[in-house]
């Protein structure tokens, strides 16, 4: 047996509509469902649903960052630098702080938190010919200007 792929991920939030907003209005998600007020779904185009939202509550406590647990989410928002360039353009209109960019070598990364300070990163790939024959390619990190 062997998995196929990785079919969604779901969050907890404090604050549904605002974490909505977020998921739709900045980072450009489709919302498709909600369930009795507590959570709603997205999805990027290809499946029912790429992403939900579980709403848990103001009282909600921030995650350790000592802890196991969730450490970033990861969305691919183009195939270029170009495109990158323009999705932060978009970020910094939408006054979203991005707090880290990174050349990895396989991809070029932004770095942002949702309103719940999830960590996300937005990312493009490179030529798959980077990693393809060198897995160990993926532990590069260095500075990105853009």
Same mark, same amino acid.
């Given at each position: 047996m062997q998995v196929k792929a990785l079919g969604h991920v779901v969050l907890k939030v404090r604050n549904l509509e605002r974490s909505i907003a977020f998921y739709r209005d900045v980072l450009g998600?489709?919302?498709?469902?909600?369930?009795?007020?507590?959570?709603?779904?997205?999805?990027?185009g290809e499946d029912h649903h790429d992403l939900g939202l579980m709403q848990i509550g103001a009282h909600a406590a921030?995650? *350790? =960052? /000592?802890? +196991?647990?969730l450490y970033h989410v990861a969305f691919k928002v183009g195939?270029?630098?170009?495109?990158?360039?323009?999705?932060?353009?978009?970020?910094?209109a939408s006054h979203v702080s991005i707090f880290g960019m990174s050349d990895h070598g396989v991809s070029q990364s932004l770095y942002i938190q949702d309103p719940d300070g999830i960590e996300i990163e937005l990312y493009v790939d490179t030529d798959?010919?980077?990693?393809?024959? *060198? =897995? /160990?390619? +993926?532990?590069?990190?260095?500075?990105?200007q853009l």
């Open positions: 998600m489709k919302e498709v469902a909600r369930y009795q007020g507590v959570m709603a779904f997205f999805t990027l921030e995650a *350790d =960052p /000592g802890s +196991v647990g195939d270029s630098l170009d495109e990158l360039r323009a999705y932060k353009a978009h970020l910094e798959p010919a980077v990693w393809r024959d *060198d =897995p /160990g390619a +993926v532990l590069t990190t260095r500075r990105l």
